[in-house]
């Protein structure tokens, strides 16, 4: 039988992702002063008033005034720096309680002379790669992206007037029973806009310079059914319609559900909290399988516990399609790869301020050298196996 998967995407203005954008952009700048830095940092949105609370151990200034600077500049570049949205990053209010990260936990993750850093807490993660897409990642969740990436970019060069920058996309896709796609059948977009613009210039323009241009032709039906701006109005947005929350959009930033997710989220994360770093090598390992061609869809999952360097568990599913066995494929994984959090760090190169750029539109999928999770340059240590 066939189905249908459906994957939803946010834009740079959602509130949750102001969040992660703020979190990660105080990362980036402790990673800058200090490449060393240990950061566990949330931020919470509400109304016209930033919350950035956690623990953070670096040595870079931590001052308040530094750290409210760091978060306008974040806000602005989500989009909020007009006063018509309500929520603006120069008169917002700003509360931060930053502490340093606790000893109990910094004694296990340290590297000392006669062992390796640990973990930074205990966790499953997982890494996904499918055929689908030239990123190997599903379709459903590269469409939303793709949707909410246009969207941001005809409201920032001025191609579509009246928006504002908080919206939704959503992408329904039929696939066969062997998993390969079909046909989009409904498609979802809600974005923020001025309160003089029609909902019918609305959608208008989100058909004519949003969906038309992203969506694949070949794979859009004569009922495929389009819902933009389904409530009928949507000019409050941002904090002010929706609290914000750091790590709250777990899907959006992975494989839109079509893989199975773990317990932790990534922003305002120091790579040597496993939650990031190992999702990270989990879809790098992941995106090896399927790109060698040994498998058409690989998931990874890789288990650790708090202050023990190697993996308690790696796991490889291939749901059916590798032309050997998935014992096999691990076994060779396990051979080529060190998964302790030092050696992901030092292969990936996780101490680079580099985390904000992960926050919109997934931290995968994404097709630039700095993602270094999305390289394929190992494939051929599955060569002898084809």
């Known amino acids: 039988m066939s189905y249908i998967f459906s994957s939803e995407s946010v834009g740079k203005g959602h509130p949750d992702k102001v969040s992660d954008y703020i979190a990660d952009s105080i990362l980036d700048y402790c990673l800058e002063a200090d490449p060393n830095s240990r950061c566990a940092i949330e931020t919470a949105l509400a109304n016209t008033t930033v919350y950035i609370f956690g623990e953070v151990t670096t040595k870079a200034d931590l001052s308040k005034d530094k750290i409210i600077e760091i978060a306008k500049e974040a806000i602005k570049f989500c989009g909020y720096n007009d006063k018509r949205f309500v929520f603006e990053a120069e008169s917002a ?3 931060v309680n930053l502490n340093t990260q606790s000893p109990d936990i910094a004694m296990g993750v340290d590297e000392k002379d006669d062992k390796e850093q640990g973990a930074g807490d205990q966790g499953i993660m997982f890494g996904y790669a499918k055929d689908d897409t030239e990123s190997l990642m599903p379709l459903p969740i590269y469409l939303a992206h793709e949707l909410t990436k246009r969207l941001a970019y005809v409201r920032e060069q001025g191609i579509v007037k009246g928006l504002g920058p908080d919206c939704k996309s959503q992408v329904s ?12 059948t409904a ?16 959608k208008k323009d989100v058909m004519e310079h949003v969906i ?12 495929t059914k389009y819902y933009i701006n389904p409530t009928g109005r949507f000019v409050i947005g941002g904090p002010v319609g929706d ?3 750091t790590g709250r959009k777990l899907i959006v930033d992975t494989y839109g559900g079509y893989s199975r997710h773990g317990g932790g989220a990534f922003s305002g994360k120091d790579a040597s909290k496993v939650d990031r770093s190992a ?9 090896q399988v399927v790109a060698s061609g040994i498998a ?22 291939t749901f059916g399609t590798a032309k050997i066995s998935d014992s096999l494929i691990q076994e060779r994984l396990q051979k080529n790869f060190k998964l302790t959090p030092k050696s992901i760090i030092n292969k990936l190169g996780l101490k680079r301020p580099i985390f904000k750029q992960t926050v919109h539109f997934g931290h995968f999928g994404k097709q630039d ?18």
């Open 212 to 223: 038309k241009p992203v969506l694949p032709q070949e794979l859009l039906r004569a009922d």
């Open 296 to 317: 058409k869809t690989c998931e990874i999952q890789l288990a650790y516990a708090i202050g023990v360097a190697e993996p308690v568990a790696l796991y490889v599913n």
């Open 243 to 245: 609290s914000g929350l």
């Open 369 to 386: 050298e700095i993602f270094s999770w999305e390289q394929i340059d190992l494939i051929d240590i599955f060569s002898d196996l084809l």
């Open 187 to 202: 498609v979802v977009v809600s974005t923020q806009h001025y309160d003089e613009k029609s909902l019918a210039e609305v």
């Open 93 to 95: 209010t700003y509360h």
């Open 279 to 287: 999702s990270y090598m989990a879809r790098y390992l992941a995106k």
């Open 173 to 184: 896709v039929e696939y066969s029973d062997d998993h390969k796609p079909l046909s989009i």
